[in-house]
């Protein structure tokens, strides 16, 4: 700050806009508070400060109305690596169950909720199965699961995978983990689960990822006995690729592998990164696929889901809203639904599940946020013909099978990374904190030529002002009773102040009980009687 110069300003307090003026930073106060009488040249000072100011508070107002908007900008990007962490792949039948292994028990409780047969037409369905008709005397069991009947029923991976080689490395079915979907039972490659290590591949191109050999095993289909909902007319596998933290839902997500055809999928990853609000709308809380029942429910209270909880995906927020969404209807939970709810029975499926799910998926009833991270795969799919002849004699003689088993039931998957590259699709905030002090730092050096110590010298003003003024007219008030006597006695004895100097400095006698003393100095008092009223 600049130092007051000149006798009359030194003598003003440090409270007088003058003296502040003379000495504050800010551009052009000194001119229309500085010495003299109001003429037009400071007139025109005042409305030029006025009018920057007003231009400052607009421009910050402004800012400050844009950053609260909460704009966000997408960055797209692509990065190598020397190594990627290779997906889950989740393989599934196209046939859910194998009709060598139903038995009349199955179809009694499942028939006709799963192939739309009426109890009269069990008979002649086990005589098409190749199997013998019920005995008389047959009594079902007195209760049934799904997840068992599938278990037992569906394509075992034993039977289906012929040959199985990870970068050149042979694996087989104990690399793979076996899942529930709603297709049935699947087989996942590199999940993950039971804290398994994740496979990782340093190339990319073919040769250098999962290649497996399958037998799709048309021979185990059910036949079409009726065209119901569950009614499957194609044979083959479906496949998803995706990431380990999130559940597949490969019968909307999954694509279809054709027997009689080796199959290329050639990946690239995908790192996906959203704000939180109020940028974004991304959320990394799961949700708990149980709920919690009324008092009254007849299931009582729901059992946690043991275990931690997985990552938070889209796919794992939509399966648990739609787990709720079932088991708030039917009381059950579909056998591929994570929680603690039983399983529904075979007529639950029937009556009540599959008709609550189907309908929620129709109205989009699950309503959830996009994954704060998460990483998907875009896929390139090409394919060839296989086997040839040569091979399908080959074949026949390896595996014990007749060329034209092999030629309708053998194809070839083979996934790979394209490269070892990687795109991220990254949101940013559009207008940082940093930015906004920086566009109102530039604004008020534009306008009002201030900075930052320009506004402590404002606030330390704003002091002054309070203790000289404030504090000093509220001192004065609680004074004024106590010295009231006093300076009635010192404007009746004015005139014995001018006598003061001239006082004997010689022993003084002894104060006067009704006097009160002033001293004025180290040497000199002088002496006031004070009247009794």
Same mark, same amino acid.
């Given at each position: ?65 844009? *950053? ?80 068992? #009947? ?6 075992? #991976? ?153 990552? *938070? ?132 050096? #534009? ?87």
């Amino acid at each position: 700050m600049k130092t007051p110069s000149g006798p009359e300003e030194a003598q003003r307090p440090a409270s007088d806009i003058r003296v502040f003026a003379s000495s504050c930073t800010l551009h052009g106060l000194s001119h229309v508070f500085g010495p003299g009488s109001l003429t037009p040249r400071r007139g025109l000072w005042a409305v030029a400060i006025l009018l920057s100011l007003a231009a400052f508070l607009y421009q910050v107002a402004e800012r400050v109305r844009y *950053y609260g908007e909460f704009h966000h900008e997408t960055a797209l990007d692509e990065r190598e690596s020397h190594r990627l962490t290779f997906p889950a792949i989740t393989l599934c039948n196209i046939n859910p169950l194998r009709r060598s292994r139903l038995t009349p028990n199955d179809l009694h409780w499942a028939g006709q909720a799963l192939l739309g047969l009426e109890p009269t037409e069990h008979a002649t369905f086990l005589r098409i199965l190749g199997q013998p008709p019920t005995l008389p005397g047959f009594m079902p069991s007195p209760t049934f699961d799904m997840a068992r #009947l599938y278990a037992r029923a569906g394509h075992t #991976l034993e039977d289906m995978l012929l040959d199985c080689r990870y970068r050149g490395q042979p694996c087989g079915p104990e690399n793979f983990t076996a899942i529930f979907t709603r297709m049935g039972r699947c087989y996942t490659f590199n999940s993950g689960a039971n804290g398994e290590e994740l496979l990782t591949t340093p190339k990319g191109g073919a040769g250098n990822g999962l290649e497996v050999m399958l037998d799709v095993q048309e021979d185990e289909y059910l036949p079409v006995w009726k065209d119901v909902e569950e009614t499957l007319f194609e044979v083959g596998i479906r496949v998803q690729i995706h990431s380990q933290e999130e559940p597949p839902i490969i019968d909307q997500l999954g694509f279809g592998v054709a027997p009689g055809y080796q199959t290329f999928v050639s990946c690239q990853q995908q790192q996906l990164s959203f704000l939180p609000p109020p940028w974004g709308d991304c959320s990394s809380a799961s949700l708990d696929p149980d709920f919690e029942l009324e008092p009254s429910d007849p299931l009582g209270p729901s059992s946690p889901t043991p275990g931690p909880r997985p990552p *938070y995906s889209l796919v794992g927020c939509r399966l648990a809203c739609e787990t709720r969404y079932v088991a708030r209807k039917c009381g059950c939970r579909m056998m591929h639904m994570p929680g603690g709810a039983p399983v529904c029975s075979p007529q639950q499926y029937k009556d009540c599940a599959n008709v609550a799910l189907d309908a929620m998926l129709r109205k989009d009833a699950c309503t959830c946020p996009n994954p704060c991270t998460s990483t998907r795969y875009a896929k390139e799919l090409s394919m060839v013909r296989m086997p040839s002849r040569a091979a399908t004699r080959y074949l026949a003689r390896k595996y014990n099978r007749s060329e034209a088993y092999i030629a309708e039931n053998v194809l070839v998957l083979d996934i790979f990374f394209e490269a070892l590259n990687y795109e991220t699709v990254e949101q940013k905030k559009a207008y940082e904190v940093s930015e906004l002090l920086g566009d109102i730092g530039g604004q008020m050096g #534009l306008f009002i030529g201030a900075s930052l110590l320009t506004i402590l010298e404002i606030l330390d003003y704003l002091c002054e002002v309070f203790r000289n003024r404030v504090l000093r007219y509220l001192w004065n008030g609680k004074r004024s009773p106590k010295h009231s006597s006093t300076n009635l006695l010192q404007e009746g004895l004015g005139s014995h102040g001018n006598q003061v100097p001239h006082l004997s400095l010689g022993p003084r006698p002894p104060t006067p009980p009704c006097a009160v003393t002033r001293t004025l100095s180290a040497s000199h008092r002088t002496c006031y009687l004070v009247t009794r009223l």
